[in-house]
């Protein structure tokens, strides 16, 4: 059997040129109430809750911009407890360019017209307030000798799709413009697959099922999307359950849309967030884990070529750090 969690009232637009990319340039003010992983290091909550890299949180924290229960005079190897208050101001986007940076990254496949990158836990994606280089976009200017498509700008070259900085996993790059208008289609029309391997809490009540929620910008905290009716997209998640453990599950979630945490959003709330997601499950008890993030994938992508029209499917093993969570709830669940 299989379940279906359904859409409420949605006023949603069904078109979408840069998908999973709902961001602004605006100055952000967020704070977070500590609950989890009690003993974490400041620079490494700031890091997981606002999705930057770890040295833009030790940037932050040292410019005077994070605060702990009203104090800024706080050092970022500061240890949290739960119910500490964490305020944090990141400042305005500024203009500039990605610059090409010699960072090993793992190419998976390429040619003339895209590139399928595997993406490690950690890093951003794009420049972007907060991470103005060490991105994967710094990465592929200086592997591709900047032979990645212009249409998203000088901040973006490349990037037709993304996934979030502390999942792991596949994503394709466009090279020229003409690659890049073409995938991006295929996404929109919802003929782009992508599969994702995700460790959540608990167990979902039937094996399989649909999550069919819209998904916007959480009105009280822009860091964070939310399931809403009001300003949304429609977000289709397909979830199938692998493996069950003491407590948690390993999931396969196959997207049908792609919305900003799309995933991480529908799996918290249904009542199973994905391991270690700090943004959307903050009160769900000791990461005994010691993750600083969610513990999801991006493992398969399937495309058709935008020049041989042919379809090419692409699969990544699971990462170190996924398969030692793994091994760790095999034993526990002997």
């Known amino acids: 059997m299989s379940e279906k969690y359904l859409k409420t009232d949605n006023n949603a637009e069904k078109t ?22 009690d003993g974490m290091r400041l ?12 040295s833009s949180a030790e940037n932050l924290i040292e410019a005077g911009n994070v605060s702990v229960n009203g104090r800024y005079d706080v050092k970022k190897s500061l240890k949290l407890k739960a119910g500490d208050t964490v305020c944090v101001t990141e400042p305005k986007a500024v203009e500039c360019s990605a610059i090409p940076q010699d960072i090993p990254i793992e190419i998976v496949y390429e040619d003339d017209d895209i590139a399928v990158v595997n993406k490690p836990r950690g890093m951003v994606v794009h420049p972007a307030p907060g991470n103005p280089d060490g991105t994967l976009v710094n990465a592929l200017m200086y592997k591709m000798q ?7 700008g000088v901040i973006r070259p490349g990037i037709v799709h993304r996934i979030d900085k ?4 596949l994503l394709v790059v466009a090279k020229n413009d003409e690659s890049h208008v073409f995938l991006a289609e295929k ?40 399931v809403t009716s009001k300003n949304s997209k429609e977000a289709v998640t397909n979830y199938k ?9 390993l999931c396969e979630f196959t997207l049908e849309t792609g919305r900003t945490h799309q995933i991480r959003v529908h799996a918290s709330y249904t009542g199973h967030p994905v391991l270690g997601d700090l943004l959307y499950s903050p009160n769900m008890g000791k990461n005994k884990f010691g993750l600083s ?9 399937g495309i058709e070529h935008p020049k041989t029209h042919k379809y090419m499917e692409f699969d990544s093993p699971l990462p170190d750090y996924f398969e030692k969570v793994l091994d760790r709830l095999r034993k526990e669940n002997n």
Do not use: W
């Not at 979408?16 to 992983?37: G, I, K, Q, V």
């Not at 359950?241 to 599950?249: A, D, R, V």
């Open 241 to 249: 359950t692998l493996e069950t453990f003491k407590g948690f599950s």
């Open 16 to 37: 979408e040129y840069f998908p999973e990319d709902n961001s602004d340039d605006l100055a952000c003010t967020y704070s977070f109430t500590y609950e989890e992983l």
């Open 293 to 301: 993030g969610q513990c999801l994938h991006a493992k398969k992508i």
């Open 166 to 169: 502390d999942t792991s996993g």
């Open 187 to 226: 996404i929109k029309n919802h003929d782009f697959m992508r599969v994702y391997n995700g460790i959540v809490i608990g167990s979902f009540k039937e094996p399989c099922g649909i999550i069919d929620l819209p998904i916007g910008r959480n009105p009280d905290n822009r860091k964070k999307m939310a």
């Open 146 to 152: 900047g032979r990645l498509s212009t249409i998203n």
């Open 43 to 54: 620079d490494a909550a700031v890091s997981a809750y606002g999705e930057i890299t770890r």
